[in-house]
């Protein structure tokens, strides 16, 4: 029986279970907070099982809503492009670069919208392209040319290097 670390008594099944479930949730919220350098290694092909703060942050970046909001960001990108810059507090996008790479960006915004898997690796790619603010969709002295990072994105979703044959989870 679990012993309470600090009375030297078994501890009670509930206090345990809610133990690791505040585990759970602390390491979810590190996760959500390291996202950045999490998302760096996904990206790089880091294996979400090496570690669980990697593994919780796949588990989001693969999770339906989360691929529908990344969709849905790809989706604003384009029609922001279309749009007249008028004031506001968002980072404004390369409308130029974003254009040209639009039949790209559509259909990346479409496979993340389906169901077929993908892997963390191109998750993770994605969002960056979408949340790097120096990246391709926003700087101009972003490193790659946006048409470029997209198609490569788009590429690795369909070859399987990104792609998981036995669904979710399986990395």
Known sequence: MNQSPQQGRPARPGLVAASTRVRRRLR??????????????????????????????????????????????????????????????????????????????????????????????CAAKTHILLTDGSGPLYSPEGEADLKTAAGSVLAALESSQCSESDGAGSW
Not at 87 to 112: C, D, F, I, M
């Open 28 to 121: 979810s919220m590190r996760a959500q907070f390291g996202g950045t350098r999490l998302d760096q290694e996904l990206a790089a092909g880091v294996r979400p099982d090496s570690d669980p703060l990697l593994c919780e942050r796949a588990e989001f970046l693969l999770s339906r809503k989360s691929r529908l909001r990344m969709a849905s960001g790809l989706d604003r990108t384009r029609r922001e492009a279309e749009r007249l810059a008028l004031h506001t507090t968002q980072v404004p996008v390369r409308a130029g670069a974003v254009r040209e790479a639009g039949p790209l960006l559509e259909k990346l915004a479409y496979r993340l919208r389906g169901y077929l898997p993908i892997s963390p690796e």
